[in-house]
């Protein structure tokens, strides 16, 4: 038997050390903040964990969709994260991308087996006063109810008037909402409308059947 010369022995050492993942020479947030996929795939290969809350309570996959970055998420998506995680307020990654009105992120997502709430996102948004089309496109499509009532008993046009958010008001009634619908002490939206000074509101709701 022919015995292994040291030479060939350095040579097997090498291949093994060529082998060996370098190690991420930024943290984790900072590579998540600069989208630098190198890094990110560093963390992963060294084992860092990718469902971890940063200093700003978010996961790196709530990075990832806030900042609109598809090879990233599916990255964080093929290594097994966590797609219903939430972050300190309480938000998904799901909520992030219809937030940002970013369907193709949202799609990954549901994809991956991340949940939907679709009337109850939709409530969120508006409440918050959202003026992306595609955000209400997204969960309309989704199945959302557009008359769902909240606390108050105001559905989502009736908030977005409250608020005095035309565009708002717009896509909502563009995609379906009810304009004759009345608050729960039997207003109706035209005459809330009105009753708040909101005459572009107020044309809208009448140029849609409103009376």
């Known amino acids: 038997m ?4 040291p030479l060939i022995i350095l040579l097997l050492f090498l291949l093994i050390g060529c082998s060996e993942p370098e190690k991420p020479t930024v943290t984790l947030y900072l590579a ?4 630098d996929i190198e890094q990110i795939e560093r963390h992963i290969a060294w084992g860092t964990d990718m469902n971890q809350l940063d200093r700003d309570g978010h996961a790196p996959l709530h990075v990832a969709v806030r900042k609109g970055r598809i090879a990233i998420t599916r990255l964080l998506i093929k290594e097994g994260v966590d797609v219903n995680i939430k972050d300190t307020k309480g938000h998904t990654a799901m909520y992030h991308a219809v937030f940002t009105a970013n369907p193709r992120i949202a799609d990954l997502l549901l994809e991956a087996g ?4 679709a009337t ?5 948004i508006v409440q918050q006063g959202i003026k992306e089309r595609e955000a209400i ?7 959302a109810n557009l008359e769902v009532r909240d ?3 105001d ?12 565009k708002l008001a717009k896509h909502l009634v563009n995609f379906g909402a009810n304009v004759t ?5 039997g207003k109706t939206a035209l005459e809330i409308a009105k009753s708040l000074d909101l005459s572009d509101i107020a044309l809208l709701l009448r140029r849609n059947g409103a009376t």
């Open 32 to 35: 998540m903040q600069r989208g």
């Open 181 to 185: 619908v009345t608050d729960a002490g």
């Open 151 to 153: 606390s108050n008993g």
């Open 2 to 5: 022919k015995t292994i010369t």
């Open 155 to 166: 559905t989502p046009l009736l908030i977005a008037i409250r608020k005095g958010n035309h």
């Open 120 to 124: 109850a996102l939709l409530l969120e």
């Open 137 to 143: 496109r997204y969960l309309v499509n989704h199945g």
């Open 114 to 117: 991340a949940n939907l709430d």
